[in-house]
Structure formats: structure tokens, C-alpha cells
């Protein structure tokens, strides 16, 4: 799996939407599996016009702090690619970086929100709201 600033180096070298594009579902190529038993309606999120499953997994990094670590799916090739880059910007951190972190900054940064349907950045919003709710709650808990 990338890193998001992997990522964002390997757009900066992309002149051309299309090789953008062909990069981003490419991304989606290596997303780790998600079982057939995740895909189900807690996991599913709301809000996106193709089919997005989220599981998360509350894990402890090796300093003992709580960190949260996802895996995702999408009957589309292209949002795969937007859940690599989610993933990418948010898993595997501590709920109290991913609440600090601006993943809607970071997809503008990367040219996407311009390129992409109105549909499809409502769709990646609910992916971004769920992640952090997800953090919200897991901080709350701690």
C-alpha cells in the first residue's frame, strides 16, 4: 500500500488527467481484501452512489497507543482508487491525527476534486465523515 505522499509525488509527475486516472484505479489494485463476511451494512457507507464498505480495526502501534487501521471495497474500479487514497491519508494513525488531519485539502491538492462528479465528491466526503467518526468515537472511548 502507498503512502499518501507516495501518492501525491507520483500525481505531481502526471500531466494528464487520463494517466491521473489510470494511476487511481490502479491504486485500487492494491488495496488489501476485504472479506465477503465485511461486506455488510454496519460496514457500508452511506452517502456514495456506488457501493463503499469501511471495516476498521482498533490495533495498538508499538508505543502502546491505540491506532485504527481500515480495509475497503467498492463495486467501482474508480472509488477503489479514492478508498487507497482515504486509507493511504488515515490508517494505521492515532483517532486523534486522523480528527486533525484534512483529507478533503489533501484530494485538492491531488487535482481530484475538479476531475471528479458531483456524485463522486459527496461519495468521498461520507468516506472522510465516516473515518472520522470513527475517530471521534475512539477517542471518546479512550
Not at 507516495?6 to 488489501?32: N, P, Q, T
Not at 464498505?53 to 471495497?73: K, Q, S, V
Request: hydrophobic share 40%; aromatic share 6%.
Amino acid at each position: 500500500m502507498s503512502t499518501f505522499e507516495s501518492i501525491r509525488d507520483d500525481f505531481a509527475l502526471l500531466d494528464e488527467w487520463e494517466d491521473r486516472y489510470r494511476y487511481v484505479i490502479e491504486l485500487g489494485h492494491g488495496l488489501e481484501p476485504l472479506s465477503e463476511e465485511a461486506h455488510n451494512n454496519v460496514n457500508k457507507v452511506r452517502g456514495c452512489v456506488s457501493q463503499v464498505w469501511l471495516e476498521r480495526e482498533e490495533r495498538t502501534d508499538p508505543d502502546g497507543r491505540t491506532i485504527l487501521h481500515y480495509r475497503g471495497d467498492s463495486d467501482s474500479h474508480l472509488v477503489r482508487g479514492l478508498i487507497a487514497i482515504a486509507i493511504a491519508l488515515y490508517s494505521d494513525q492515532p483517532p486523534q491525527q486522523i480528527r486533525a488531519t484534512d483529507a478533503l485539502g489533501a484530494f485538492r491538492e491531488l487535482g481530484l476534486e475538479q476531475h471528479l462528479t458531483p456524485q463522486r465528491s459527496n461519495g468521498v466526503r461520507a468516506m472522510v465523515d465516516r473515518i472520522r467518526a470513527d475517530a471521534a468515537a475512539a477517542v471518546a472511548a479512550i
